[in-house]
T-cell receptor, first 116, second 109 residues
Framework: DGGITQSPKYLFRKEGQNVTLSCEQN?????MYWYRQDPGQGLRLIYY???????QKGDIAEGYSVSREKKESFPLTVTSAQKNPTAFYLC???????????????FGEGSRLTVL | SQQGEEDPQALSIQEGENATMNCSYK?????LQWYRQNSGRGLVHLIL?????REKHSGRLRVTLDTSKKSSSLLITASRAADTASYFC?????????FGKGTKLTVNP
């Protein structure tokens, strides 16, 4: 079945450690996105990518890094520079928006990161 | 920024009642999409309305769009306890897709 998979679902990190969250899709989507969600809050965009080997900063990119070496994969690294990393992270993908595509987003089930 | 806001932020109703939530935006859009999020899960697409449409239906969902007021409404009719979730709108950007804070709907049995 086609879909978007995030792993791990739960992750604990000690302060000062980098962690990488995985996001894989087999929907043949060009665009991929990372969002952060804090309790009771909306989604804030961290990074997005519309094509392999290219990505753009979102609204809260500081302390995060990404790569897009393959169309199917868009891992997010939460670095030690991120001062408040405890949050729920959501990955999404879509076709590029244009006349032929509305760009409906497909989301993974999320990764919950807790810093101890 | 194209970010709009959903309101109300929270809504509590009884089963069988209708629920209405609104979404406003600032700049012109090509389309607007509504999503639902169950607690601790990813978002799921509900319905899309294009800028040249005024109303759209999908089952118990009814979406309206008023481009002159830069606003959209999502109506859930005959609500069920299973409709309890947060609802978000996304305002048809071409690249940088942003969401508001959503409306948290609680349907009491």
């Amino acid at each position: 079945d086609g879909g978007i998979t995030q792993s791990p679902k739960y992750l604990f990190r000690k302060e000062g450690q980098n962690v990488t969250l995985s996001c894989e899709q087999n929907l043949n989507h060009d665009a991929m996105y990372w969002y952060r969600q804090d309790p009771g809050q909306g989604l804030r965009l961290i990074y997005y990518s519309q094509i392999v080997n290219d990505f753009q900063k979102g609204d809260i990119a500081e302390g995060y890094s990404v790569s897009r070496e393959k169309k199917e994969s868009f891992p997010l690294t939460v670095t030690s520079a991120q001062k408040n990393p405890t949050a729920f992270y959501l990955c999404a993908s879509s076709y590029l928006r244009g006349l032929a595509n509305t760009g409906e987003l497909f989301f993974g089930e999320g990764s919950r990161l807790t810093v101890l | 920024s194209q970010q709009g806001e959903e309101d109300p932020q929270a809504l509590s109703i009884q089963e069988g009642e209708n629920a209405t939530m609104n979404c406003s935006y600032k700049t012109s859009i090509n389309n607007l999409q509504w999503y639902r999020q169950n607690s601790g899960r990813g978002l799921v697409h509900l319905i899309l309305i294009r800028s040249n449409e005024r109303e759209k239906h999908s089952g118990r969902l009814r979406v309206t769009l008023d481009t002159s007021k830069k606003s959209s409404s999502l109506l859930i009719t005959a609500s069920r306890a299973a409709d309890t979730a947060s609802y978000f709108c996304e305002k048809g950007g071409s690249e940088k897709l942003v969401f508001g804070k959503g409306t948290k709907l609680t349907v009491n049995p």
